[in-house]
């Protein structure tokens, strides 16, 4: 199953729409369902690969929330204190 997803837009005559969305409610199925189904039938037929969305970048997503978890547990090195003037620190110069 896909985990992301993206959106289709198409344009259809809205009676042929409505007879679409009437036969997919008797089928009990979303319209989105049965043209998911057509797009992979289609595919098949035309013995076209793919990869489902999300799952080879489940790996990589894991992989870089591993290196994120790294840097963050590594201290960061903090800059050399610079002595501040003393005319920054109200003091008087003797």
Not at 3 to 13: E, N, S
Not at 22 to 40: E, H, M, Y
């Amino acid at each position: 199953m896909e985990l992301k997803t993206a959106r289709l837009t198409l344009l259809i005559d809205p009676n042929k729409k409505a007879a679409f969305e009437r036969l997919c409610a008797r089928q009990d199925r979303t319209a989105s369902q049965v043209v998911r189904q057509l797009i992979r039938d289609y595919l098949a037929e035309y013995d076209v690969e793919y990869a489902a969305a999300g799952i080879e970048d489940e790996h990589a997503d894991k992989a870089e929330q591993a290196r994120a978890s790294e840097t963050r547990s590594k201290p960061k090195p903090q800059p050399a204190s610079k002595p501040v003037p003393a005319s920054r620190t109200g003091q008087r110069r003797r």
